[in-house]
């Protein structure tokens, strides 16, 4: 079995949203593919209206399939401190033609602002080790976990775009998606996310830094936070550019020609374009913009986010005893 999905990016790329199907008759909801978590959590009719500002809501009640875990709860914040919890259902979940018909699909019953002012998102869909599901009593399993035995290969891949669509696939590297070869390199799951070491930096044309650094690959956060002194460096590079603790990061002017940012992955090198690092200006008058990377200062360790993905292939490899990610350029 193997599938494909789109994900398709809200504006200045700051997060991708994927059409997932739950329940009988299909219910369809645009949710954040989320590869820094583990629940499959959805806006519902389980909460109060007052939370619900356009999103698609999960209504159990017309799912034939759907049914109600006894007495499982979940709650889950995010490094943004955006919150959700509620209560928990099995039922069919169909990600681009995979489908698994015993999914824990958790039904909020409240959420923090930030996801009711976002009117396009509809939940989450978790894709980092089911170590860290929230759901109590009984822990439960992701959709990747749940589909891996069928499929083809127990793998997934994300191809991000800069301001496009792009896609997930399951169970199928797609040798049209990426260019020359797939570096693969270990992950440690030991924290539940798909943590890895960088192998060095390079700020446009410089020296290449061979000093390594622990990341998670993280396709729910939009920006890549790294070592304060690499961000550092890169910024000396960017006339104009400052800390602006206000807007909490690096701003520079709009006008500025940004160098691209080189990362390492083993010995192979992956370059994000100096654009990709323009994320959004922070006026109105577009004249001062916020930057597509920032420090991970009190996180302990990078968080590599959309900003970053989007320059590579990915694939999320979970076909041998360690699990490894694999990059390529595209
Ligand atoms: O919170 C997130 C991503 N988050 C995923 C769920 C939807 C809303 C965005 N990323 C994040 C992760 C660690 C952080 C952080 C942000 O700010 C400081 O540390």
Known sequence: DSGSARASPEQYDIQYLTPVEIGTPPQTLNLDVDSGSSDLWVFSTEMPA??????AQYDP???STAKRVQDATWNITYGDNSYSEGIVYKDVVNVGGVSFDAQAVEAATAVSQTFTTD???DGLLGLAFSTI????????????????????????TADLKYHKSGCYDFGVID?????????????????????????GYGIGNNTFQSTSFQGIADTGTTLAMLPAQVVKAYYKQVRGAKLDNSQ?????????????FVYGVGNARYEIPGQYINYAPVDNDGTTCFGGIQSDAGIG??????ILLK????????????????FAKK
Do not use: H
């Open 311 to 326: 320059s590579a292939f990915v694939v999320f490899d979970a076909s041998e005893n360690v699990p490894r990610l694999g």
């Open 61 to 63: 009640s017309k799912s």
């Open 248 to 260: 909490g990061g690096y701003v520079f002017p709009c006008q500025a020609n940004l160098p691209s």
């Open 50 to 55: 007052s939370s619900v500002k356009g999103q």
């Open 301 to 306: 360790f990078a968080i590599l986010g959309d």
């Open 175 to 199: 040798d049209s998606k990426y260019t020359g070869q797939i570096t693969y390199t270990d992950v440690d799951s030991s924290d539940g996310f798909w943590m890895f070491d960088v192998s």
């Open 119 to 121: 009117a396009n998102d």
């Open 133 to 156: 599901n929230t759901v109590q009593p009984s822990q439960e399993k992701t959709f990747f976990d749940n589909v891996a035995s069928e499929l083809d290969a127990a793998l997934w």
